[in-house]
Nanobody, 129 residues
Framework: QVQLVESGGGSVQAGGSLRLSCAASGFSLSRKWIAWFRQAPQAPEKEREGVAALHTGAGTTSYADSVKGRFTISRDNAKNTVYLQINSLKPEDTAPYYC???????????????????WGQGTQVTVSS
């Protein structure tokens, strides 16, 4: 059974940092597309915003314009884990953050939630001003 488990969320003040983790079991993250999404309050599930994506084999990354320079996605293949380092946090970054994995196939839009097959349950990030 495939499981993606996020951790590392919390409450921080603006300007602070967090590192989110996404640990996979029952599924190898090697040579896969993995992404982080967030969901604004009251937004439907299908409107999750892709913030960062990574192909764990090629090392290719993609970032939303709103987070470029502040968010960094990385992986530890030995631990089957992907990370999202978030710096210079802003109140508008407040959201639950989800990791997702694509189980093979051609990638057309790495920041689109429709591309991904497996999802974690999310970890909450709250930023106060």
């Amino acid at each position: 059974q495939v499981q993606l488990v996020e951790s590392g969320g919390g409450s921080v003040q603006a300007g602070g940092s967090l590192r989110l983790s996404c640990a996979a079991s029952g599924f190898s993250l090697s040579r896969k597309w993995i992404a982080w999404f967030r969901q604004a309050p009251q937004a439907p599930e299908k409107e999750r915003e892709g913030v960062a994506a990574l192909h764990t084999g090629a090392g290719t990354t993609s970032y939303a314009d709103s987070v470029k320079g502040r968010f960094t996605i990385s992986r530890d293949n030995a631990k089957n884990t992907v990370y999202l380092q978030i710096n210079s946090l802003k109140p508008e970054d407040t959201a639950p953050y989800y990791c997702a994995a694509k189980d093979g196939g051609v990638m057309f839009d790495a920041l689109s939630p429709e591309e991904y097959d497996y999802w974690g349950q999310g970890t909450q990030v709250t930023v106060s001003s």
